[in-house]
């Protein structure tokens, strides 16, 4: 779509003129009003001004989404979909020069049914993952998509990056959670599939394709989610391993002894504990020493027996947790711990997990890899790649959904070293061959965007990128949805 600039202008308005008939004049954003919606979280992908969208269009509702879709189709103008912008790969913001309007779907944020006996959720793509949480809570039921955005994201971008977080290791990830979807293809056309079946066997599934494609295949409007019982007992503490290769073994033994209870088991360096702290002074670390291997835990229950108390006074899973920490820690697993003792200790140590990110954005240039590896080749991932980064000036400071194999391995400058004079890309090379090599994956749970394309022109097996380019073409003929998103330019 090269288009050139007086056509562009042209087009551009005839279209808003379209939308603001379609949508009201207060849905079709223009100017200086469409800033809120040209930045993300992350402040790193911001639109030069040949990328600046035409207009930020809010739709309400399903079918105006639809009709959006099929003026943009006929108008040659791209559509970048747009949630919460909490994304970390810039994928809701426009690039490639390319004439477009955002859809933002923070109009359509509508809890639309909750079924307590089928425990699920029906919501449309603008709510914000903690209403969806709080709409569960009400009705006494779990939806336990759980990450530190949760305040600000929305669920259409959840689904549209399939996103991951703390509690994957019991409910999976989004695209587990999801039993249907409703979305916009790009000739306009409505998919629903909203009926929350838990089998349905009859051809492709359209939600998988959605999920985890970033805007690049279809505009999610809604879907319906299966629930999980409120647990009736939590608890949480936080632990020092002796060795990172002991991880899974340690993990296993807490399963084991609690009959499969945990929910998050989450890597803490002492590098990221100190940082967070530093960050946030009203935040206290969990162990006295800092422990190099650190392990926040949560495991929790349903079940009435586990509530029940103990002789002690303490729940059953409490004193379970505390009988499989003694026994670890009498054979040499771990060195330390603490089990919080009240429901503000237990949040506090959520807090600590999940101001990370935010620590890493106080604390000054640092580069995120969002990793995954199979469990048993973490400990060595991190012994061949952690000298290399030392030896060229960086350190790194890693945190991890250590239960799923995901590392958020983050690098910063070693002391005495200019961040602007290291060498980012050998850095990013020696990861990325290491990684492949020891079969991991250099998106866990952020997607692609417009940051990781090199990543995934040079690292997906080159069959895969064809059978991906394949499914694009065919659901999205031209090329619509998201430009310069997800797929790196086969001509570039
Ligand atoms: C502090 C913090 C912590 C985080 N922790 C985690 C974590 O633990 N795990 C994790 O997985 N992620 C995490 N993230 C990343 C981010 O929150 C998720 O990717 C989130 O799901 C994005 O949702 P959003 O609504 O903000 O989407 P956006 O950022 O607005 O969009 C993300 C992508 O989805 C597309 N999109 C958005 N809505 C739709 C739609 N309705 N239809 C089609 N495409 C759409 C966009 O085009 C874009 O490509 C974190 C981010 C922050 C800032």
Not at 235 to 245: E, I, N, P, R, W
Not at 267 to 272: L, V, Y
């Amino acid at each position: 779509m090269k288009i050139d600039n007086e056509i562009r202008v042209r087009t551009g308005d005839c279209l808003l003129d379209a939308c603001r008939a379609l949508l009201g004049e207060e849905r079709v954003l223009t100017g200086t009003s469409m800033d809120p919606y040209l930045e993300d979280w992350t402040g790193r992908f911001i639109p030069s001004t040949q990328d600046r969208p035409h207009a930020v269009l809010r739709p309400r509702s399903t079918t105006e989404v639809a009709a959006v879709v099929r003026l943009c189709a006929e108008h040659s103008i791209a559509v970048v979909p747009q949630g919460g912008r909490t994304g970390l790969c810039g994928g809701a913001l426009p690039v490639v020069g390319q004439p477009c309007v955002i859809l933002s779907l923070d109009g359509m944020a509508t809890i639309r049914r909750i079924d307590t006996n089928a425990r699920t959720l029906t919501v449309e793509a603008g709510v914000v993952l903690q209403s969806a949480q709080a709409a569960a809570r009400d009705k006494g039921l779990v939806f336990p998509l759980t990450f530190g955005a949760q305040g600000s994201c929305m669920i259409g971008g959840a689904l549209a990056t399939n996103a991951g977080g703390s509690n994957v290791l019991r409910y999976g990830n989004t695209r587990e959670l999801c039993l249907g979807i409703e979305a916009v293809l790009a000739d306009g056309s409505i998919v629903s599939d909203l009926g929350g079946l838990r089998k349905n066997n009859t051809g492709y599934d359209l939600r998988h394709l959605l999920i985890g494609s970033e805007g690049t295949l279809g505009i999610i409007t809604a879907a319906v989610f299966r629930l999980a019982p409120e647990p009736r007992v939590r608890v949480a503490g936080f632990m020092a391993l002796a060795q990172l290769d002991t991880a899974a073994e340690v993990l296993n033994r807490m399963q084991d002894c609690t009959g499969g209870a945990a929910e998050a088991f989450e890597f803490m360096s002492d590098r990221a504990t100190e940082m967070i702290c530093q960050a946030f002074p009203d935040i206290r670390p969990p162990l006295e020493s800092p422990a190099p291997n650190g392990i926040f835990f949560e495991l929790a229950s349903s079940r009435v027996s586990d509530a029940a108390l103990d002789t002690d006074g303490s729940p059953v899973l409490h004193s379970a947790v505390l009988d499989a920490l003694g026994t670890l820690m009498d054979e040499g697993f771990v060195t330390d711990a603490m089990i919080a003792q009240s429901e503000q200790q237990r949040l506090d140590l959520w807090r600590l997990r999940e101001s990370v990110l935010e620590a890493m954005m106080h604390h000054g240039p640092v580069y995120p890899f969002d990793i995954s590896l199979p469990l048993s080749r973490i400990a060595e991932f991190l012994s061949r790649v952690d000298p290399v980064m030392q030896q060229i000036g960086f350190v790194h400071v890693t945190v991890g959904h250590l239960g799923d194999g995901n590392l958020h391995y983050a690098l910063t400058a070693a002391p005495g070293h200019d961040w602007n004079a290291l060498p980012l890309d050998a850095a990013r090379t020696v990861i990325l061959d290491v990684l492949t090599e020891l079969g991991g994956a250099f998106s866990a749970e952020h997607g692609i965007g417009q940051d990781k394309l090199d990543a995934m022109r040079y690292h997906k097996q080159p069959a895969q990128l064809a059978a991906l380019r394949a499914i694009k073409s065919a659901l999205d003929p031209e090329g619509i949805f998201n430009p310069g998103k997800l797929l790196p330019d086969p001509h570039a």
